[in-house]
Every structure is written in C-alpha cells, then in structure tokens.
C-alpha cells in the first residue's frame, strides 16, 4: 500500500501559468480532499469528494478546479496561478466506519508563484 | 472566520511529564474531532479522535477530553517523550469527511 501520493514535491511557478497537482490514493476510500497550509492559518479545505465524479467546494476554492474521474485520482488544477496560491498543498483521503473517520495524508506539494 | 482554534502557537514539556494541548471551537454543529501530529515535511498523520457522544477517548498515551458545553477540548499525552516533538492540529467536522482545522501548536518535549 502507497496510500496517498502527491506529484510534484516542489513546483515554482510564474504568474499566470496553470498547473495540475496530481494526488492518488490505494486504499479504495470513497472521500478525498485537498487542503492548503498556510503560516499561521492552519489547513483550510480548498475542495473535497465524496466519490467518483461527485466534487464540491470548501472553505477556500477559488482558483481551484478538481475533477474527480476515478475512486483513485483527485487532481487539483489552478487555471491562472497568483502569488497568494503561494502554500503548502495536501492531498487526503478518508473512510468513515459507522460514527468515525479517518484522513490519511500525503506528503505535500510545496508550491511558490513568482 | 477562524471556527476550530488553538490559542497556544507553541509548548515545551521536560521529558516524562504530561503535555496538554488545548483547542476551541465556535461551531456547535462539529460532532467529531480529531488531533493529528506532524513532522516537518511530512503530511499530517491521525493521532485520537473523539464523537461529541462521548467525553474522553483514551490510547496509549494519549487521551482526547471533549466538554461540549465550553466548546473545548484537550489532547494530553502522559509521559511524554521526545520523539513526540511535533506539530499539533485539532480538526473538527460536522458533515461527514469535511474537516475544520485549528493553526496547530508546535510541542517541544525536552530531554
């Protein structure tokens, strides 16, 4: 089992540029979510899934576009990359047994817009 | 607006004494909580979680305390060891699978 894995590990982009953040996960969860860690703000939910083809928006998604074609993919795209995209972006997935859940994180993708 | 909050930025701890960590939420919907750890460069790992039907969850050396009524919980960790040096989040979630997370509170346990 990899569990979650997030491609690239460091990415450095112009104003401007677009991107996609890859995230995949083996454990055949149903929920997966992408987050951005910021100083001082702790993680905020930029969007999540709930399954295949099923994706909403969470605390902060603008700039972000998700598409969610498998069980195991949930790629995260920035159309138009601005400085303020500038953080620290963590891919997790979940399962929920009766009344508990639990996320499983990647390992993050440090990106810096130029 | 910050809804899951955690007050102290950092703590250091001597080794073998007890840690508490504190976090707060205004949310009164949150139903589940949950504390991870994590090291620098790596992705947030799960510690210990608690549903808002109970008030204490207990592993290991780790017990998670919830009062619903001050909208407060703590995570304690007795001994604490140095290997437990780490970042601290609290979460909370009152729909299933989305997740409300705290700024984290940097733990230093010293030797």
């Known amino acids: 089992n990899a569990g979650v894995t997030q491609t690239p590990k460091f990415q450095v982009l112009k104003t401007g540029q677009s991107m996609t953040l890859q995230c995949a996960q083996d454990m055949n969860h149903e929920y997966m979510s992408w987050y951005r860690q910021d100083p001082g703000m702790g993680l905020r939910l930029i969007h999540y899934?709930?399954?295949?083809?099923?994706?909403d928006q969470g605390e902060v998604p603008n700039g972000y576009n998700v598409s969610r074609s498998t069980t195991e993919d949930f790629p995260l795209r920035l159309l138009s990359a601005a400085p303020s995209q500038t953080s620290v972006y963590f891919c997790?997935?979940?399962?929920?047994?009766?009344?508990?859940?639990?996320?499983?994180f990647g390992p993050g993708t440090r990106l810096t817009v130029t | 607006d910050q809804q899951v909050k955690q007050n102290s930025p950092s703590l250091s701890v001597q080794e073998g004494r007890i840690s508490i960590l504190n976090c707060d939420y205004t949310?009164?919907?949150?139903?589940?909580f949950l504390w991870y750890k994590k090291y620098p460069a790596e992705g947030p790992t799960f510690l210990i979680s608690?549903?808002?039907?109970?008030d204490k969850n207990e592993d290991g050396r780790f017990t998670v305390f919830l009062n619903k009524s001050a909208k407060h919980l703590s995570l304690h960790i007795v001994p604490s060891q140095p290997g437990d040096s780490a970042v601290y989040f609290c979460?909370?979630?009152?729909?299933?699978?989305?997740?409300?997370f705290g700024t984290g509170t940097s733990l230093t346990v010293i030797p």
């Open positions: 899934s709930v399954g295949a083809g099923i994706t």
């Open positions: 979460a909370a979630s009152a729909i299933s699978n989305q997740f409300y």
């Open positions: 997790a997935s979940s399962y929920s047994s009766g009344s508990t859940y639990e996320q499983y």
């Open positions: 949310n009164s919907m949150f139903d589940y």
């Open positions: 608690i549903s808002s039907i109970k």
